[in-house]
């Protein structure tokens, strides 16, 4: 047995080092690596940096952004951006929250806020489908609308105290070693599991890969450009709503100024996970590590605590311009 | 009598074709709206000689969006978009406000001019900082200005120091609340660039230049146009304007906040450019549309409470405007009502509503 282990292992590394990965893969790979390194130049910086437990955290932590970031994925990869899904992030959790007060059960208030999600997304997709309105400007309505009906439904925060949804906040699973993983984590990375089902190996994700690389050749080509573009806003509006709920777990009320500017992260989530802006390349799971790369980088601002926290913004700059630059490099050729 | 019926109704169908006709038809609504909710609402009266009055506030509290859109239409001409606005319009109030702070004599006028200098050369190097990465590193102008977007608040921050930084400097103030000739000095310098950029941009060849770059960069260079610098000129002015905006909005609280200042000003000038008919594609701008769409917002923003309504509902509002006049100004959706005007032409005015 033990004699063995070494060849086993020189195989694996030659056959390591010989490994080229596919060019599509590389910004991805990209983000990994920096990930990584981020983490690991926190463990050697910061005692218990490297903790299991900390990366749990971060995904717990993060769970809603993770959820954000796969819908502007899909609408990203078309050459399209969403701007509403902050506002409709805020609007989710004041629905949620006030419909739970007026004594709804707690399915029927999920079905509640993930139609009016769907809803929303899907008003937008039609706009910009059919009446040529730019996406920028479309969600931008979208994102006015959205805020505007939240200080209409309430100006003030609603707590959320139903039970259901506090077990759900703390419920967590209990991994091997005594760490956790909250349940809204876990949904998260559903979520990115489905999405990267979708993209890679059904019909409709084919087609939004196809619609990024070229619109009037997909529409030539005969796919279903009217339903596709409509429906990554819808799915970028169930996402925001999904991603909503989780929110609203995560801080237990509803409020109209939840979430400001959280479009932004999850642009620049995608952005650094490697997906090209204007559409047609890039993975769900880099979006995945976008998003742990910007918790990570709020997590060392938290452990060192000489760092003040407008330094998350500006490293998240200057990393949304590392990653720009590179791909201009890259796809230029 | 059928003649006049005939050349009012050529008439009306070219002004309806104009496309500044449905924002003016908008603004003029939301104004009639305004008098019936408050018949004084037009009343301007002169007080300690200035001009005081709804009409006033709405033009001077609507200077910093006009200003920015302003820079704003330029840039969108150019085929492009700048996000980073409202970043910029912080960084050059935190510039300011901490200079003036910082001076041993923090209330003398000449520091204030110090201050507003320093903050616009501030604001000359982030739009070229915009311009360099749109027109020589070649991003797309929405992602190059994302990065200054979500960079520039966390810059501000840092120049105040995380503190909300507040001055008392009676020049400085003066930017927002002082006046001149009975008039506010905040519209005035909005109206000035105004109409310097409009006799700059037409009576020279610089908007034709302009807007052939928007048309087609590569065909503008072929031609012998400097699509480089056009590029970075716009870039650079469409940061100076937001610096303006932002020393006018941080004039008129007598502090800076670097969280909130400017906060989504991009999208109200971005708003007040589309409103006014320029198009996002580039190649084609209209100022004075610019400035329809900015007065339309900033007379949205006041009528909102004047009827009634909660002044944060107003966002509610600016969608629904958005949504309509963009439609108006669809080609496809023109085509749709157009279709349905011409089988049931008595209706039209339906349809169009």
């Given at each position: 047995m033990s004699a063995q282990v070494p060849t086993i292992e020189t195989g694996v590394i030659a056959?390591?080092?010989?490994?080229?990965?596919?060019?599509?893969?590389?910004?991805?790979?990209?983000?990994?690596?920096?990930?990584?390194?981020m983490f690991g130049i926190g463990g050697i910086r910061y005692e218990g940096f490297a903790d299991p437990q900390v990366f749990l955290t971060l995904l717990l932590d993060n769970a809603f952004l993770i959820v954000l970031a796969v819908g502007m994925t899909f609408v990203i990869l078309t050459g399209g951006i969403d701007l509403s899904v902050g506002s409709n992030v805020a609007l989710s959790t004041l629905i949620a929250a006030r419909t739970l007060e007026l004594g709804l059960p707690v399915v029927a208030v999920i079905v509640v806020v993930l139609l009016s999600g769907i809803l929303l997304g899907t008003a937008m997709g039609l706009l910009i489908h059919y009446f040529d309105i730019q996406p920028f400007i479309a969600t931008l309505a979208g994102m006015f609308l959205a805020r505007?009906?939240?200080?209409?439904?309430?100006?003030?925060?609603?707590?959320?105290?139903?039970?259901?949804?506090?077990?759900?906040?703390?419920?967590?699973?209990?991994?091997?070693?005594?760490?956790?993983?909250?349940?809204?984590?876990?949904?998260?990375?559903?979520?990115?599991?489905?999405?990267?089902?979708?993209?890679?190996?059904?019909?409709?994700?084919?087609?939004?890969?196809?619609?990024?690389?070229?619109?009037?050749?997909?529409?030539?080509?005969?796919?279903?450009?009217?339903?596709t573009k409509v429906?990554?806003?819808?799915?970028?509006?169930?996402?925001?709503?999904?991603?909503?709920?989780?929110?609203?777990?995560?801080?237990?009320?509803?409020?109209?100024?939840?979430?400001?500017?959280?479009?932004?992260?999850?642009?620049?989530?995608?952005?650094?996970g490697g997906t090209l802006l204007t559409g047609g390349r890039g993975f769900v799971v880099g979006s995945l590590l976008g998003v742990l790369v910007l918790g990570t980088i709020q997590t060392f601002i938290s452990f060192d605590g000489t760092l003040s926290s407008w330094w998350t913004r500006i490293t998240i700059g200057v990393l949304v311009l590392v990653f720009v630059v590179a791909q201009r490099v890259l796809t230029r050729r | 009598m059928p003649e006049t019926v005939g050349t009012v109704k050529a008439l009306g169908a070219r002004a309806m074709a104009?496309?500044?006709?449905?924002?003016?038809?908008?603004?003029?609504?939301?104004?009639?709206?305004?008098?019936?909710?408050?018949?004084?609402?037009?009343?301007?009266?002169?007080?300690?000689?200035?001009?005081?009055?709804?009409?006033?506030?709405?033009?001077?509290?609507?200077?910093?969006?006009?200003?920015?859109?302003?820079?704003?239409?330029?840039?969108?001409?150019?085929?492009?978009?700048?996000?980073?606005?409202?970043a910029v319009a912080a960084i050059a109030g935190a510039v300011a406000c901490v200079y003036i702070v910082k001076s041993p004599v923090d209330g003398a006028a000449g520091t204030a001019v110090v201050a507003i200098t320093m903050a616009l050369a501030v604001c000359v190097a982030l739009g070229l900082w915009n311009g360099f990465l749109v027109a020589v590193v070649g991003i797309q102008p929405i992602i190059a200005t994302l990065v200054l977007m979500v960079a520039g608040r966390g810059i501000a921050m840092l120049v105040t120091g995380?503190?909300?930084?507040?001055?008392?400097?009676?020049?400085?103030?003066?930017?927002?609340?002082?006046?001149?000739?009975?008039?506010?000095?905040?519209?005035?310098?909005?109206?000035?660039?105004?109409?310097?950029?409009?006799?700059?941009?037409?009576?020279?060849?610089?908007?034709?230049?302009?807007?052939?770059?928007?048309?087609?960069?590569?065909?503008?260079?072929?031609?012998?146009?400097?699509?480089?610098?056009?590029?970075?000129?716009?870039?650079?002015?469409?940061?100076?304007?937001?610096?303006?905006?932002g020393l006018i909005i941080a004039a008129n609280t007598h502090s800076v906040n670097a969280n909130s200042l400017g906060l989504w000003i991009e999208l109200d000038a971005i708003l007040a450019v589309v409103i006014g008919g320029t198009s996002l594609a580039g190649g084609r701008f209209s100022l004075t549309g610019t400035l329809v769409g900015a007065l339309l917002i900033a007379t949205l923003t006041r009528t909102i409470p004047n009827i009634g309504i909660p002044a944060e509902a107003n966002y509610l509002f600016k969608a629904l405007v958005v949504v309509v006049v963009c439609l108006l100004q669809s080609p496809k959706a023109r085509a749709v009502l157009q279709r349905r005007g011409d089988r049931t032409p008595t209706s039209r005015e339906e349809a169009v509503a």
């Open positions: 056959r390591i080092a010989r490994f080229s990965p596919p060019r599509r893969y590389l910004p991805v790979i990209g983000t990994f690596a920096l990930f990584i390194g505007g009906l939240c200080y209409l439904i309430s100006v003030d925060s609603i707590p959320i105290k139903d039970e259901t949804f506090s077990a759900i906040a703390f419920g967590s699973i209990t991994l091997p070693g005594g760490y956790y993983l909250g349940w809204t984590a876990v949904f998260a990375l559903v979520i990115v599991a489905v999405a990267a089902y979708v993209l890679a190996s059904t019909r409709f994700g084919r087609t939004v890969y196809a619609l990024g690389g070229s619109e009037p050749s997909a529409l030539l080509m005969g796919l279903p450009v009217a339903a429906g990554v806003y819808a799915i970028s509006g169930l996402c925001a709503a999904l991603g909503g709920l989780l929110f609203a777990l995560y801080t237990l009320s509803g409020y109209s100024l939840h979430a400001v500017g959280m479009e932004l992260d999850a642009i620049a989530a995608v952005v650094i | 104009h496309r500044l006709f449905w924002p003016l038809a908008a603004l003029g609504a939301l104004l009639v709206v305004n008098l019936i909710a408050t018949p004084t609402f037009f009343n301007v009266r002169i007080q300690d000689g200035h001009l005081f009055g709804s009409l006033v506030d709405i033009v001077r509290n609507g200077a910093p969006v006009l200003l920015v859109a302003i820079g704003m239409t330029l840039v969108i001409a150019t085929r492009g978009i700048d996000l980073s606005v409202g995380g503190q909300i930084t507040t001055v008392n400097n009676d020049a400085f103030a003066a930017l927002a609340s002082g006046h001149l000739l009975t008039l506010p000095v905040a519209a005035l310098i909005a109206l000035g660039v105004f109409t310097a950029t409009q006799i700059v941009v037409r009576r020279t060849a610089l908007g034709l230049l302009i807007e052939s770059v928007g048309i087609n960069p590569e065909a503008s260079r072929l031609a012998g146009v400097r699509s480089r610098t056009i590029i970075w000129t716009v870039y650079v002015f469409a940061a100076l304007c937001a610096g303006t905006a």
